[in-house]
């Protein structure tokens, strides 16, 4: 039997879908607590370790104008954010990049809702914009962790991402590690980018990765096997490959927003 042109394609365009509907149908996902998780980019192959991003909330606070209950940088007195805060546990390539948004699962605070004293005071927020989530969602500032989705098979379920990634930061005092070697914050010293790199690395046996806005640091990142042994960070290998820091670095201060700027609240605020 004879087949016309128009029949052969669609003959083609049906065997497509249904080899695009078996790849996306895997027995095999993973699942968050009792939700079952859709994978939504195969193409992103299995990271090779992990990078536990820390930011320095002196010198990213500067850079606030604006309040909300939820941004740590108008926090003031006892609750300011004095210490290196968490900015994530990222899932990262050998090479240079990482993979985001692998499953499609709704975040869901009520899982991590004993953890939430914790994430607070070490994972805060410190803008009141809502960062960029996988699927355009908005909701909680937590929610956005799309590196969680990236972190299989090590991390099957939301709470365990977090309740780890937390453990990891409370087990890898860098505030305290600086603190001791003399580092301490301030808005006229500058400090040895080696000196700082060295302390962290008789700490940790880690070789970090320092990131700068001008002379100021901005973050720490420290990295791990994916057993959590630690392992040198990418571009750690030697200091001018630290490219966004000089030689000499601050560490400044923390100062909460003046009164007058503290007022100017967010419309969304609730
Ligand atoms: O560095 C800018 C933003 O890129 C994302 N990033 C960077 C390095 C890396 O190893 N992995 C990674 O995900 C971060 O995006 P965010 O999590 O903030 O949305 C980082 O802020």
Wanted: aromatic share 12%; net charge negative.
């Amino acid at each position: 039997m004879a087949y016309s042109r128009r029949s052969l394609l669609l003959l083609l365009l049906l065997q497509v879908l249904l080899a695009t509907t078996t790849l996306s149908s895997s027995d095999n996902l993973p699942e968050t607590g009792n939700d079952v998780v859709v994978e939504v980019n195969r193409s992103q192959r299995e990271f090779d370790y992990f990078a536990l991003a820390l930011q320095w909330p002196g010198t990213y606070c500067r850079g606030t104008r604006h309040c909300c209950s939820k941004n740590a940088c108008c926090r003031q007195g006892s609750d300011a954010p004095t210490q290196f805060t968490i900015h994530g546990l990222w899932p990262d390539y050998n090479d240079g990049s990482w993979p985001s948004c692998c499953y499609r699962s709704d975040f869901n605070e009520k899982e991590i809702s004993t953890l939430i004293d914790g994430m607070e005071k070490y994972w805060p927020s410190l803008s009141c914009g809502s960062p960029s989530s996988c699927h355009g969602g908005k909701g909680s500032f937590w929610g956005h962790e799309k590196h969680g989705t990236c972190s299989s098979p090590v991390f099957r379920d939301e709470y365990s991402y977090f309740v780890t990634t937390l453990n990891i930061y409370l087990k890898h005092n860098v505030t305290d590690v600086l603190y001791k070697a003399g580092y301490v914050a301030s808005n006229s010293e500058k400090y040895p980018l080696g000196g700082i790199v060295t302390a962290i690395q008789n700490a940790f046996h880690i070789n970090p990765e320092v990131v700068c806005k001008r002379d100021a640091i901005d973050e720490i990142r420290l990295c791990f096997y994916k057993d959590f042994k630690p392992r040198d960070c990418l571009g750690s290998k030697d200091l001018t490959s630290r490219k966004s820091c000089p030689k000499y670095v601050s560490l400044p201060e923390y100062t909460p927003l003046d009164g007058e700027a503290m007022v100017l609240k967010m419309p969304t605020d609730e």
